[in-house]
Nanobody, 120 residues
Framework: VQLVESGGGSVQAGGPLTLSCVASGYTYGDNCLAWFRQSPGKEREGVAQIGSDDTTRFGDSVKGRFTISRDNAKNTVFLQMNQLQPNDTAMYYC????????????????WGQGTQVTVS
């Protein structure tokens, strides 16, 4: 199983950015694809999750601004981020697990290498 993120970069406050993650060799049965983020000195934080039934969950700090979606035909999960703020600056990680979504990072079996998002 391999997760490869893309789409990170630098953006001005208030602007949008969309992250993508391709999951290879994984998406069968009940599963959950998620985005987490981590800033230096902080714990890894759940941003958004989407189950195989398309049920979604968002962290409180991003509700109403971020959207998560998945394209099962392409084994890809997207994170559309709007109204970005400086405190959204972090390394964003794609994660996957079999079975249902949880908000606990250690419950996830597979992780991407991360993509940096910087908001100024």
């Amino acid at each position: 199983v391999q997760l490869v993120e893309s789409g990170g970069g630098s953006v001005q406050a208030g602007g949008p950015l969309t992250l993508s993650c391709v999951a290879s060799g994984y998406t069968y049965g009940d599963n959950c694809l998620a985005w987490f983020r981590q800033s230096p000195g902080k714990e890894r934080e759940g941003v958004a999750q989407i189950g195989s039934d398309d049920t979604t969950r968002f962290g409180d700090s991003v509700k109403g601004r971020f959207t998560i979606s998945r394209d099962n035909a392409k084994n890809t999960v997207f994170l559309q981020m709007n109204q970005l703020q400086p405190n959204d600056t972090a390394m964003y990680y794609c994660a996957a697990r079999h079975w249902q979504c949880t908000v606990v990072p250690s419950d996830f079996d597979y992780w991407g290498q991360g993509t940096q998002v910087t908001v100024s």
